[in-house]
């Protein structure tokens, strides 16, 4: 065969100088792709159904036929009404004053997305919720003012959607 010879390979070393460390860089490569292409086969899968089932909860997010999900409107249901006395009563006729829960957690979440991202059906909700929860007697409830500004980007004044 003309002089040629052919090179022996022990077992510890790799095959052919190097092949070994190619193979796993071609496999964490192989992974990578994978995991991106995870990454975008579920945003894909996402967005296609935003298309289909097009609301989401205001508060968690999850898709739903309601503005807000029912685990949410329990979990809301459950917040402990919060009244405060109101220090300058005689002055201004209101003696307390009251709110449908602490603001954080998924009240918090739903009231950014109200302000931020028109999620102006919750209104409804929360204001039905609110009312459910204040005690029987004569009330008023009186939304906080909106700068003419902030009117102008939201398109809506999200305390008195809540109060209507």
């Known amino acids: 065969m003309g002089g040629a010879t052919m090179p022996i390979l022990d077992s510890g070393s790799p095959p052919l100088g190097g092949l070994s460390s190619s193979r796993a860089l071609a496999a964490d490569t ?32 999850s898709h739903d036929r309601r503005p807000v999900c029912a685990l949410c409107t329990r979990t809301l249901e459950a917040l402990p009404l919060i009244s405060r006395t109101m220090r300058a009563a005689g002055r201004s006729g209101v003696d307390r004053i009251y709110a449908l829960g602490a603001y954080d957690g998924a009240l918090r979440a739903g009231i950014l997305n109200l302000k931020f991202r028109n999620c102006s059906a919750a209104a409804r909700i929360l204001g039905r919720l609110l009312g459910r929860k204040l005690p029987r007697v004569p009330w008023v409830v009186v939304p906080v003012p909106l700068h003419a500004l902030r009117l102008r980007e939201r398109g809506y004044n999200q305390a008195e959607a809540i109060a209507e």
Do not use: E, M
């Open 30 to 61: 192989l992974d990578q792709a994978r995991s991106r292409c995870r990454r975008v086969l579920a945003r894909a899968w996402a967005l296609a159904f935003d298309v289909l089932v097009p609301i989401r909860c205001a508060l968690c997010g």
